[in-house]
T-cell receptor, first 116, second 110 residues
Framework: GAGVSQTPSNKVTEKGKYVELRCDPISGHTALYWYRQSLGQGPEFLIYFQGTGAADDSGLPNDRFFAVRPEGSVSTLKIQRTERGDSAVYLC??????????????FGAGSRLTVL | SQQGEEDPQALSIQEGENATMNCSYKTSINNLQWYRQNSGRGLVHLILIRSNEREKHSGRLRVTLDTSKKSSSLLITASRAADTASYFCATDVNDYKLSFGAGTTVTVRA
């Protein structure tokens, strides 16, 4: 597509529920990133995919968080047993090659997650 | 953890004035980027400056980089209402991971 598409744009859920957030990157972008942005803060790195594999998942806060990219395009961030502290905007970004430092990230509009 | 820190946290200026914000970081970098985020939207890339560059221009934007002081500045000249947004600097932790600061919120008054 023309840009990075994220769905849903807003998700309200109850504590303890399971949530899936979807990201559709720019066509042809091999690198895909998930970041989390809390209110008043900058984005924090969660996970990086190069193709189908998660090359770095060191930013995932705990084992309730998991992400997949089975065909090297669309990615899904999965959160189990949600907690109120998971409330944030989850941003997806993609880039043409693996080098974020030498390449520009194109971000989606984000998925705002609210856990009641 | 976030490496970059922007200063000031918030800035309010009159349309037509210049806006300057600063970013300080802790460790050596290869590149530094600036992004803009309008309320409720994703981040949009503005400009990238490499560690061997000292100044870069893009339209009404001017970015400087001082690697000896580990700092960068973003200047927006002749500001417009549409420049109202949050501005973030991002440094490369490695060749794929960016570390963002907490951002500077700029309000341009008509």
């Amino acid at each position: 597509g023309a840009g990075v598409s994220q769905t849903p744009s807003n998700k309200v859920t109850e504590k303890g529920k399971y949530v899936e957030l979807r990201c559709d990157p720019i066509s042809g972008h091999t690198a895909l990133y998930w970041y989390r942005q809390s209110l008043g803060q900058g984005p924090e790195f969660l996970i990086y995919f190069q193709g189908t594999g998660a090359a770095d998942d060191s930013g995932l806060p705990n084992d309730r968080f998991f992400a997949v990219r089975p065909e090297g395009s669309v990615s899904t961030l999965k959160i189990q047993r949600t907690e109120r502290g998971d409330s944030a905007v989850y941003l997806c970004a993609s880039s043409l090659t693996r080098g974020a430092g030498a390449n520009v990230l194109t971000f989606g509009a984000g998925s705002r997650l609210t856990v009641l | 953890s976030q490496q970059g820190e922007e200063d000031p946290q918030a800035l309010s200026i009159q349309e037509g004035e210049n806006a300057t914000m600063n970013c300080s970081y802790k460790t050596s970098i290869n590149n530094l980027q600036w992004y803009r985020q309008n309320s409720g939207r994703g981040l949009v890339h503005l400009i990238l400056i490499r560690s061997n560059e000292r100044e870069k221009h893009s339209g009404r934007l001017r970015v400087t980089l001082d690697t000896s002081k580990k700092s960068s500045s973003l200047l927006i000249t002749a500001s417009r209402a549409a420049d109202t947004a949050s501005y973030f600097c991002a440094t490369d932790v490695n060749d794929y991971k960016l570390s963002f600061g907490a951002g500077t919120t700029v309000t341009v008054r008509a």
